[in-house]
């Protein structure tokens, strides 16, 4: 199992990944949601927080580290989070190309 700090290094490593990706600066927001199975971050552009007016207005998904493989896993934006907690809690998640990322080879996969 990981420990906090470990995944947080892992949430870093993929947050700038996301950077160079997106040609754009990232940031977290409101910290993150911890859960049995790992740790859910919350994230933006630099420029949305720095607005100020505490409204995000990109769509971009949260994403999970899991804490017994450090593996990410990827949600969307379409449906409320708790749905997507429930479906990956159930093993329901449907895989997409970009689900899962895996931060020891910077690549996604579908599994």
């Known amino acids: 199992m990981l420990t906090d700090e470990q995944i947080q290094q892992i949430a870093n490593k993929y ?3 996301l950077e160079n990706e997106m040609k754009t600066e990232l940031m977290f ?3 993150f949601d911890k859960k049995p199975y790992g740790n859910i971050f919350y ?3 630099k420029k949305e ?3 100020g007016d505490g409204i995000v207005y990109s769509s971009t998904g949260p994403f999970l580290v899991e804490k017994a493989t450090g593996r990410i896993v990827t ?10 907690f429930k479906i990956y809690e159930d093993g329901t998640l449907e895989p997409t ?3 899962y990322w895996y931060p020891e080879t910077e690549t996604y996969s579908h599994k």
Do not use: A
């Open 49 to 51: 927080l720095e607005r």
């Open 97 to 99: 190309l970009s689900r």
């Open 29 to 31: 927001f409101d910290g």
């Open 15 to 17: 947050l700038s990944f």
């Open 75 to 84: 949600f969307g934006s379409t449906y409320p989070l708790e749905e997507y």
């Open 43 to 45: 994230y933006t552009s």
